[in-house]
C-alpha cells in the first residue's frame, strides 16, 4: 500500500472517530445488540430499524478506541438502506478482508469507505476492534437475544 493510501485510509478513520456518524439510537430501531472487546475494552450497542427485510435505519452508543468507533461509523453508514442478504454480503467481504493473509493482496472490492480498514489485518489485535461492530450488528440482525463478544 502507497504511504498516501495510507494516510488517506488514517484520516478517514480518525474523522470518523472524532465525530461518529449515526451515533445515536434511531427512533424506530426494533433491533439492538451489545457487543464487548475485552481485550481493548471496547463496548459498543448496535441499533437497527429493520422493515420488510430491509435496515432501514441504523445507530449505534458506547465507548471504545479510534478504531471499534470508526468502525461502527463506517458500519452503520455502509448498512442503510441495504436488504439483510446484502448486509451478510458486506460483512463477509469486510471480514475477508481485515483477516486475510497480509500478502494476499488488498481486497476489500466493492466494499467503498470501509476499505479503510484493510490495514487492520497487519495487526491481529485490531482486528477485533475493527470487527466488533460487525458482530454486534449480526446479532441484532438475527434478534439472538445475546451479547456479542470477540471471544
Ligand atoms: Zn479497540
Redesign the pocket.
Known amino acids: 500500500m502507497s504511504s498516501d493510501l495510507r494516510e488517506l485510509y488514517q484520516s478517514v478513520i480518525l474523522d470518523h472517530n472524532k465525530s461518529p456518524r449515526n451515533f445515536c439510537e434511531p427512533e424506530g430501531a426494533n433491533r439492538s445488540a451489545a457487543g464487548v472487546?475485552p481485550l481493548?475494552g471496547?463496548r459498543i450497542v448496535i441499533y437497527l430499524s429493520i422493515e420488510e427485510g430491509v435496515v432501514v435505519d441504523a445507530g449505534f452508543k458506547g465507548t471504545?478506541?479510534a478504531?471499534?468507533t470508526a468502525s461502527a461509523s463506517l458500519m452503520t453508514q455502509s448498512i442503510k438502506g441495504k436488504g439483510i442478504d446484502e448486509v451478510e454480503r458486506l460483512f463477509g467481504g469486510f471480514h475477508e478482508m481485515v483477516t486475510g493473509e497480509p500478502d494476499a493482496g488488498v481486497r476489500g472490492e466493492g466494499l467503498g469507505k470501509l476499505s479503510v480498514f484493510s490495514g487492520v489485518r497487519e495487526f491481529p489485535v485490531?482486528v477485533k476492534?475493527a470487527t466488533l461492530a460487525w458482530h454486534a450488528m449480526r446479532e441484532a440482525l438475527h434478534d439472538t437475544g445475546e451479547a456479542a463478544t470477540t471471544e
Open positions: 472487546n481493548c471496547d471504545g478506541c478504531i471499534s485490531r476492534c
